[in-house]
């Protein structure tokens, strides 16, 4: 998985309970994503940062927050989890000289 | 705003059978186009993409890809298709946003089943 590390694998949430989705990468590069995958619809955008200490909103943010206080590390936060955020989540990065993105193995999230 | 479609949900063919997979994309500049293959319970893998120079871009395990500007579309190939080309395959469209951020948009996926 291109040396993207998720942590955990498998969750199962309350509605109303909080909980970060951890990523990790081993390359040192500077853009990271975050995208959710639903059962045809794709991969949607939630966030993504260009570089450390930066974020910007994709198409599906609302609801989570992120934080980049590293190069190494991107996390994903639900503060108030809902059952519409079931979902996997997938943590993504880009080489600088590279156009695709290359994915870690995903966090298969349900919200009861 | 960028956005892509693939039109068939399933496609089926043959062992030994060349296979296509389909996709077109919207764009208002020049496109960045990807295709990415999910294996059951895993998460995406890179195959291919087109970026600019010849339409016809080949990829890992044998798959290609033809780039058609006027039918805005880049359809996935493979002369002889496999029973473990089996997968979840789809298209991704980028372009340039502030900075070097290059989004991806992802097409709905097309689930390719090879028959024995």
Redesign the interface.
């Known amino acids: 998985n291109a040396g993207v590390t998720q942590t955990p694998k498998f969750q199962v949430l309350k509605t109303g309970q909080s909980m970060t989705l951890q990523c990790a990468q081993d390359m040192n590069h500077n853009s990271m994503y975050w995208y959710r995958q639903d059962p045809g619809m794709g991969l949607r955008l939630i966030y993504y940062s260009a570089s450390e200490g930066t974020t910007d909103k994709g198409e599906v943010p609302n609801g989570y927050n992120v934080s980049r206080l590293n190069k190494r590390e991107f996390s994903l936060r639900l503060e108030s989890a809902a059952p519409s955020q079931t979902s996997v989540y997938f943590c993504a990065i880009r080489p600088l000289t590279a156009y695709e993105q290359y994915f870690g193995p995903g966090t298969r999230l349900t919200v009861t | 705003a960028q956005s892509?479609a693939q039109p068939e949900?399933q496609v089926n063919v043959a062992e030994g059978n060349p296979l296509t997979v389909k996709c077109t994309y919207s764009v208002s500049g020049n496109p960045?186009l990807?295709w990415?293959v999910q294996y059951p319970n895993?998460?995406?893998?890179?195959l291919l993409?087109y970026?600019t120079g010849d339409n016809l871009v080949k990829g890992s395990y044998g798959f290609e890809a033809e780039f058609n500007k006027s039918q805005t579309s880049f359809h996935l190939k493979k002369p002889s298709a496999l029973v473990s080309d089996s997968a979840l395959y789809?298209c991704a469209v980028?372009e340039l946003y502030?900075?070097?951020?290059?989004?991806?948009?992802?097409?709905?996926?097309t689930q390719l089943t090879v028959l024995p």
């Open positions: 892509v949900d960045y990807f990415y895993r998460g995406l893998q890179f993409k970026i789809f980028s502030s900075g070097s951020a290059r989004q991806l948009t992802f097409g709905s996926g």
